[in-house]
């Protein structure tokens, strides 16, 4: 397992060595942290009384609903640059855990050698796009996933298991998939727990922000364009593919929401078919990546769910026999690398080709890059995950369908001859 801490240490000096972690302008892996901020902002405006949802000084938009806000409200305590190292060391510790957490249920000891190999594998994935990302921005992404995979692998009959699912949709709803999950895997407990506490937050924010509760749920709810322009090559959906290739037309939501049906359809099939052979954990992570692919607008660095996947895949390889464990370690590596920052990459190398270096921050050499980049190119940096997506489920319910006709040509050829 000391190789895994090797591996994770080689990562961070890759990174450093292509994009320093205080590289300008503002690209560096810790020279950012502009979402973190304005999590912050909003839950001063909360304490101050002011509008949530009207543009916050210095000129920035609260996207989340009102119970983000006040949840977020901690965050005001302690002087920023304090909270910012918190939160940042809340988010690796997340990760962490949520390797931590995918070991042990697939059955590794608890002790110092899996302790040394979570941290190393952590580290190793501060080069995946999406956890770069998430913690460049100061992003919440890694936090929802942890307390969902830490809650939905409990045993079926725990207490209040479900409970994270309302919670993490109260701050971003595009949680709100685990609940068709649910459903279908027939985890009615759980369900109704995830209903009820998503039916809270939104109670509890109506309570104590009515105003803003109003403005959001009535009006701002459904304003894509708040968040960001769905043709960006970072908006890596469904949506964000259609975009880029019908660009400058609009697409037809028709076409959007049959696209995003399919692949979501595809995702739950196969976390159904995973589920019903106790390989909880592997469920849940397809449904964190549906819920990437079907919103309209999904950042790159929403898709942190590619990180337990790998975990998964490292376990099959580390624990299969013979030509198997050479199979599966050639996926974990091809998983690894179609989910690395190479997007980050390639805009970096663009912002320096066009002298961009300079700027007054990373959105506007962002912008500056991004216009160098044409729209079919744009669709395929925002259609690797989607494909990925796709054919990790689609072999999943090929392996499946497999390993089930195996186990049952046994039983068939134990059968007494039809007279």
Not at 179 to 187: G, H, M, N, S, W
Not at 258 to 275: K, N
Request: with cysteine.
């Amino acid at each position: 397992m000391l190789c895994c801490l090797l591996a994770g240490v080689v990562a961070l000096l890759i990174q450093y060595a292509i994009i320093p972690f205080y590289a300008p302008p503002g690209f560096g892996l810790f020279a950012n942290g502009g979402d973190f901020w304005v999590y912050r902002l909003g839950a001063e405006q909360v304490l101050k009384g002011d509008s949530l949802y009207s543009l916050i000084p210095p000129g920035v938009s609260f996207t989340y609903p009102p119970m983000a806000a006040i949840l977020f409200v901690p965050l005001t305590f302690g002087a920023p640059a304090t909270t910012s190292l918190i939160w940042f060391l809340l988010s690796v510790a997340a990760l962490g855990s949520v390797v931590w957490r995918c070991f042990r249920v697939c059955g590794y000891s608890r002790d110092w050698k899996l302790a040394v190999a979570s941290f190393g594998i952590t580290l190793a994935f501060f080069d995946l796009e999406a956890i770069r990302g998430t913690i460049w921005q100061g992003q919440i992404n890694i936090l929802i996933m942890a307390i969902i995979v830490w809650d939905l692998t409990r045993p079926s009959g725990a207490r209040l298991r479900g409970w994270s699912v309302g919670i993490a949709a109260g701050i971003k709803l595009t949680a709100l998939l685990f609940l068709p999950y649910l459903v279908v895997t027939r985890q009615w407990r759980a369900a109704a727990t995830a209903a009820i506490s998503a039916i809270l937050t939104v109670g509890i924010g109506a309570a104590l922000l009515p105003a803003d509760s109003r403005d959001y749920w009535l009006h701002d709810v459904g304003m894509v364009s708040r968040i960001g322009d769905v043709t960006h090559p970072a908006n890596q959906s469904v949506n964000g593919v259609l975009a880029n290739l019908s660009a400058p037309r609009a697409v037809p939501l028709a076409l959007w929401l049959v696209c995003a049906t399919v692949v979501v359809a595809l995702a739950l099939a196969a976390a159904a078919r995973y589920r019903n052979t106790s390989r909880e954990t592997f469920s849940i992570v397809l449904v964190g990546l549906a819920a990437c692919a079907a919103t309209p607008l999904a950042w790159s660095h929403h898709w942190v769910w590619f990180a337990p996947v790998i975990v998964l895949l490292f376990i099959r390889a580390h624990t299969s026999p013979g030509p198997a464990r050479w199979r599966w370690g050639i996926a974990t590596v091809g998983l690894a690398v179609a989910a690395s920052m190479w997007l980050t990459v390639l805009i970096y190398e663009i912002v320096k080709s066009i002298g961009q270096v300079g700027a007054a921050g990373a959105a506007p050499a962002m912008d500056a890059a991004i216009e160098q980049i044409p729209s079919w190119a744009r669709a395929l940096t925002c259609g690797v995950p989607v494909v990925v997506l796709i054919f990790i489920c689609s072999a999943a319910l090929l392996i499946a369908r497999k390993t089930e006709h195996a186990r049952q040509q046994p039983a068939d050829s134990a059968a007494p001859p039809e007279r």
